[in-house]
C-alpha cells in the first residue's frame, strides 16, 4: 500500500480567471511508485467566485516533474472544493490506493485465468 508520506509536494499556484470569475487553487506533487521512476500530478481546485456553483477538486497526470504540462483529462475528481495543500495530498493519496487496488484485482483475474488455462489442459 502506498504511504501517504511518499506523496512529496512540489509547489502551489493560486489563479483567477477574469473572463468566467473563476479561482483555481492548484498543488503539485511527485510519487516514486518503484523508487526509481517518478510519476507527477497536478490537483486543482475550481470555484466559481460568485456564484459557488461550480465547485469541485480534479487530479491531473503530469508530463513533467513540475507540474506546468499536464493531461487535458482528469483521472480522479472530488465533488468538494479542496483548498488545503493536506486535502491534496489525501485526495492523490486516496486516487493512487485506489489505482493500486485495481491493478491488484486485475492481477488475481489473470493469475485465476491463468489457473483455469492450465488445468483444462
Known amino acids: 500500500m502506498t504511504n501517504i508520506k511518499d506523496i512529496k509536494f512540489v509547489r502551489t499556484r493560486k489563479r483567477y480567471h477574469s473572463d468566467d470569475d473563476r479561482c483555481v487553487y492548484q498543488t503539485v506533487w511527485n ?37 506546468e504540462n499536464f493531461h487535458a483529462g482528469e483521472v480522479f475528481s472530488s465533488h468538494r472544493y479542496l483548498a488545503r495543500q493536506d486535502e491534496h495530498r489525501r485526495l492523490l493519496w486516496n486516487y493512487l490506493d485506489k489505482c493500486e487496488y485495481e491493478q491488484r484485482e486485475k492481477m488475481r483475474e489473470n493469475l485465476e485465468k491463468f489457473e483455469d488455462t492450465i488445468t483444462s489442459t
Do not use: K
Request: aromatic share 10%; charged share 20%.
Open 31 to 67: 510519487f516514486s511508485p518503484d523508487g526509481i521512476n517518478t510519476e507527477s500530478y497536478v490537483v486543482s481546485a475550481v470555484v466559481s467566485s460568485d456564484s459557488g456553483d461550480l465547485c469541485e477538486t480534479y487530479i491531473f497526470p503530469s508530463q513533467d516533474e513540475s507540474g
